[in-house]
């Protein structure tokens, strides 16, 4: 799914990469858990020691609020961005300056974020890419906590969920191991919902198709 959409996100708006990923603002450490147009090779270095001297993020970590969108000019960075070994070492072979993006949801001192980074040549991002980011950040929130609801609360607490929902039965029995398990099926009730939520989700693709390209009236409006 994130790939999909970091592709659509960065060709709306004409971005080199984009990418969402997790940071601790408290220990420094960050992960970029999916992304479109980075260098596998940079990417990977990214977590190992780069997101412990992202002078963005350090610049804003204690304003940083769920919902917030902001650009690498906002942090008051520009003119020392150069003299860092954030963009010395990891911008600047990457053939990037500028970065856009949004914190889509903060827990505690952990971050989940979207991001984009474009070359200096191409320009600092505006009222246009801010507005398209401000209206994807509604759906791109209520993915994020759906999945880390299933994430934290782990499988079984999950699967008992969807037992008292009715949406799934459960059953002992032996596998081809021939060891004792438990085996699932989906019951009638949720094959019924499982077409209510596939038609949300349509409903959600189209709507952010929609935002990702906008007709030119909209965008001017």
Known sequence: MWPGFLKQFSEAVGFAG?????????????HIAASHGYDPHYQRQYGEHFASVNVWL??????????????SLSAG?????VRTEYYNDWLRPQDLFYGYGGTILRQGSVTTNIT????????????????????????????VQDVLQ?????LCPALHRLI?????SAAEGTSENNRHAKFY?????????????????????????RILRPAPEEIGS
Not at 18 to 30: I, K, R, V
Not at 58 to 71: E, F, H, L, V, Y
Not at 131 to 140: C, E, G, K
């Open 150 to 154: 299933v994430e934290q609360g782990s």
């Open 116 to 143: 984009a980074m474009r070359p200096r040549r191409a320009g600092s991002f505006g009222s246009v890419e801010t507005r398209i980011l401000d209206l994807l950040m509604p759906h791109l929130q209520r993915v």
């Open 58 to 71: 350090k610049r804003m970590a204690d304003q940083t609020k769920s919902g917030d969108i902001r650009n």
């Open 77 to 81: 960075t520009g003119s020392e961005l």
């Open 18 to 30: 984009s990418a969402l990923f997790f940071q601790d603002h408290d220990s420094s450490q960050g």
């Open 164 to 168: 008292k929902k009715g949406w799934i």
């Open 185 to 209: 099926r989906l019951t009638a009730k949720s094959r019924k919902q499982l077409a209510i939520e596939t038609t949300k989700w349509d409903k959600l693709a189209r709507a952010i198709g």
